[in-house]
């Protein structure tokens, strides 16, 4: 069974910081294990649609980040462990939205989550001003 569950949401001050992480277990459905998938952090804030936040190249070696986040937040995965980590720093409430552990199929880190097809359950971060 595929599952994804984040972990680590919470409520921080503007200028703070939080760490979000996302455990991957199962196998998807071309038989591989997530360390051999494209992932990424994707996010909803009240009223908006799911917009895209950073992607990781299966490696590790390839990241991207919505112009919205770069330079504050950094995406990293642990292939041993199955994990992948979004740290968050210099928050805006801006940022305040409910965020989401994706993985793809393909190699591309897509940023359109329609490209993803496996989803986790979404962590809360508020960010109060």
């Known amino acids: 069974q595929v599952q994804l569950v984040e972990s680590g949401g919470g409520l921080v001050q503007a200028g703070g910081s939080l760490r979000l992480s996302c455990a991957a277990s199962g196998r998807t459905f071309t038989g591989r294990t997530f360390s051999t998938h494209t992932m990424g952090w994707f996010r909803r804030a009240p009223g908006k649609e799911r917009e895209f936040v950073a992607g990781i190249s299966w490696t590790g070696g390839n990241t991207y980040y919505s112009d919205s986040v770069k330079g504050r937040f950094t995406i990293s995965r642990d292939n041993a462990k199955n994990t992948m980590s979004l740290q968050m720093n210099s928050l805006k409430p801006d940022d305040t939205a409910v965020y989401y552990c994706?993985?793809?199929?393909?190699?591309?880190?897509?940023?359109?989550?329609?490209?993803?097809?496996?989803w986790g359950q979404g962590t809360q971060v508020t960010v109060s001003s």
């Open positions: 994706a993985a793809t199929d393909s190699v591309t880190i897509f940023t359109t989550a329609a490209r993803y097809q496996y």
